[in-house]
């Protein structure tokens, strides 16, 4: 082989692993990671579905697992750990209770956890974990779908990760050991009333936002006045007492039990408003009148 | 054609090819300066708990630099964790202590003195219990604005904002290519530079700036838009028109937008206003648009 034939086949070989490199920027993966490979009857176990980014900063992503269910029983998701800050779409199953989809932002991107020992390479990050329960032997596998992503440029262009796949054996053996995080943790919670001409035709709504670090949320209910206590799912929540008179409570449970309450204070009542005051200056002007001419009549009468 | 000239062609091919891929390759690096560095603390037997457990300190240590004086937010997975105030020359340091071992998510921002916020600075690090971590050169980006959201072709639009004062800030206008203008700062980190819209065509820009300090890029700035047209539009109200995902124009993007947009999520017939990509539907393209502008 001469020099020239050489070079050719090094330069062909270095556009071969740029084109793969290239590639690979638009090429985000995700991985499912179990807590366990073998698991008892009666003994939980975790599914983590982490988002490699390789190197893109992506703000929005969109997918589904589904899983066997035939072996095991979904007990339930936790985002606690997750990099997705707001859910478009919160983590739902369908009626089949074997899929799991959702959408959800990771507000101004993200593209890798930083290892501090080790900043050069970025780590994955957690999206969702779901926990599971071993219900009899045999084995159960898991899919996810393609999964839609954005990236975080400003245009929201769209890239997919490629599906992954996985399996959990349930042995013919009972352990009831159950997943828990002990990290004691207290919810963390945002809560506000606005009204707006884009929302509900501006009439008043709740916005909210609830976090807890450890095991994520498992509700946020409102009470408002003397009214009973009602699950919230989304944020804007319209308001049941438009007149803002009522005290609002927003309280948010984690899923270890623990919770934070937090007051929303009604809207302070003015007697002398604008209104109020043309009331009252024609109910004065009203009961002159009528004193007048009862006066007027009572003279007459003399 | 000769042999020899197939090859000398091929070479050409795949070197053009190559140096395209490479082009596409580094527009997506993202110029930081950030320096992150942790130890492990060794504990000298002082921090008994009473329970008889061993409490060894674990800490972040933030610095960087925003503006003089400015006030400096630093969000714990989006929450309000601290603020400090920078000082004359828009140096801050930040430490937090008492966290446990899990994955964080640290936000830090600045505002200027008219209360426009520098980008948010966002990562996501693991904190390992027992460690010291230092996150130095924390580089806030400048602040930028416009005295007109709509200049008429010919006349002056003032493009201004804050940053490290006595620096280099180079401000972009994307014209299909960014073409790039400098200016220095005050020593209150002030700037402004005037553009000549003459040879603009009419039309909508978008603006954005960044500060250069030891041969350091900060990020840049949140950009603004503004169109050049057949008038004057004073600027200085709200940013609806300017920051993309600001929905109820209260010059912030935040989780009150967020909620508007999730209101109108698979729903027929949105506003204009929060249909961002103008498609005629709210899809979660709207919600990456929006997130990539986001302030707190």
Redesign the interface.
Known sequence: MNK?TI??YF??S??AI??I??RG?YAASVDLDFSKEVVGAGEQFYVDLMLDTE???I??I?GNITFQNDNISFIRYEDG?S?V??W??KPSLDSDKNTLSF?G?????????????N?KYK?P??IIRLVFEGEKPGVSSFSTSIF?L???????T?ITAQPSNGIIKIGDFVNNQKYNDK?NSLP?L?AYV?R?P???NNKY?L?F?A?D?STGIKYVEIKEGNKSWVVVK???YLLKDQSRRSTIYVQAMNNQGASVVKTIEPIPYHFFTTFNIFVVIFVIIILAIVVRIIYGKFKKHE | MRKESY?KL??LF??I??CF??M??AD?I?SQTVT???RVVVDNGGGNTGGGGIDIPTTVNFSGWAYPYSTVYLLK???LEATVVADQSAYFTFSISDL?T??Y?F?IYTEDDNGRKSS?F??????NSG?A?N?DNIFLSPTIDTDKTEVKKGDLLKIFGQSIPLKEVLISINLGQDYVFSVVSDSLGKYLYNLDTSNLNLGRYKTKSKTIYNNKESLYAI?VSFLVGEDNINGGGDTCNTL?GD??CDNHVN??D???M????NKFNP?E??DL?GDGTIS???????????TE
């Open positions: 020239k070079k050719i330069l062909v270095l556009f740029n084109l490199i290239v920027v190197g893109e900063s703000n929005t969109e750990k990099m800050n707001l478009v779409k959408a932002v990771m507000t101004n991107g993200f593209n890798g956890v930083i290892d501090p020992f900043p780590l990050g957690q839609n954005n990236l975080n440029n400003g245009e929201g769209s990290q963390t945002d606005i707006d884009n929302v509900y709504v916005i936002k976090f670090k989304d944020s804007p | 090859k091929l070479l795949i070197l090819i190559i891929s490479q596409v390759f997506t993202v992150i560095s942790a997975d989006g929450f446990v899990d994955t998510t936000s948010l966002s990562f996501p690090i693991l904190i460690t971590v996150i950009p993309p929905l109820n989780l009150t967020f909620s508007i999730a209101y109108w999520y506003p206003t929060v990509n979660l393209v709207d919600f990456s648009i929006m997130a990539f502008y986001w």
